[in-house]
Structure formats: structure tokens, C-alpha cells
């Protein structure tokens, strides 16, 4: 599986943006599969997390209620519908897909547990 993210750009606070990220390959729909962030001089984080059949997403608190995670396994394709967005939203956003027989839940935070990443969309929000 290779992951493919784009959607990032600049807009101003309150305004919305819909990342996508591209996955190839047949297994891409058993994949359980998350969003992160890093922003200038801090650390990577998690932002979203979404299981194989879309049953279970996970938001970090900071996003919770003005992101949403989506899939369609048909296309190959996770989305991070982003609303409300804040200043400090800004950074590069990153797709990944969990390590394979990864206990999900316990796991769905941790970038390390992640094996797959694309390469980054850059999210720029204006005060």
C-alpha cells in the first residue's frame, strides 16, 4: 500500500478544507487508518483515526466536533473533512495506515505503531 495526501492550502479562520489521501494497492480496505499533524517545532500528533469498516473513528480532543473522518474503500480513499478552523490548525497533515494485525484501539494514537505514511499536505490558517 502506498498513500498519496493532498487538499491542504490557505484560508482563513472559520473556514473549512477537505483533505484527501490516495491509497493504492489490494489491501488497502483492511488497513485501519489515521491523520496526524505537525506543526512548526512541535512534535508530530494525532488528529483522527478511522478502523476498516468505519465503525470506530477516534478524534483528538483539540479536533473533536470540527473534523470529520471518512472513508470509501471502494476508491481507496480516507478524507479529513476540516470546519471551523483555527489558527493554531496549521501544519502538515499527514495520512497513514495502522500496522496490519495492530490492536486498533489500543493503538490508533500512536504514530509509531503506523508503518505506512504519505507525504504531507500543508494546512496554512489565517488569523
Known amino acids: 500500500v502506498q498513500l498519496q495526501a493532498c487538499g491542504g492550502g490557505l484560508v482563513q479562520a472559520g473556514g473549512s478544507l477537505r483533505l484527501s489521501c490516495a491509497g493504492s494497492?489490494?489491501?488497502?480496505?483492511?488497513?485501519?487508518m489515521g491523520w496526524f499533524r505537525q506543526a512548526p517545532g512541535k512534535e508530530r500528533e494525532f488528529v483522527a483515526s478511522?478502523?476498516?469498516?468505519?465503525?470506530?473513528?477516534y478524534y483528538a480532543d483539540s479536533v473533536q466536533g470540527r473534523f470529520t473522518i471518512s472513508r470509501d474503500n471502494a476508491k481507496n480513499m480516507v478524507y479529513l473533512q476540516m470546519d471551523s478552523l483555527k489558527p493554531e490548525d496549521t501544519a502538515v497533515y499527514y495520512c497513514?495506515?495502522?500496522?496490519?494485525?495492530?490492536?486498533?484501539?489500543?493503538?490508533?494514537?500512536?504514530?509509531?505503531?503506523?508503518?505506512?505514511w504519505g507525504q504531507g499536505t500543508l494546512v496554512t490558517v489565517s488569523s
Open positions: 494497492g489490494r489491501t488497502f480496505s483492511n488497513r485501519n
Open positions: 497513514a495506515a495502522l500496522r496490519a494485525v495492530t490492536d486498533y484501539s489500543a493503538n490508533y494514537q500512536r504514530s509509531s505503531k503506523y508503518d505506512l
Open positions: 478511522i478502523n476498516w469498516s468505519s465503525l470506530n473513528p
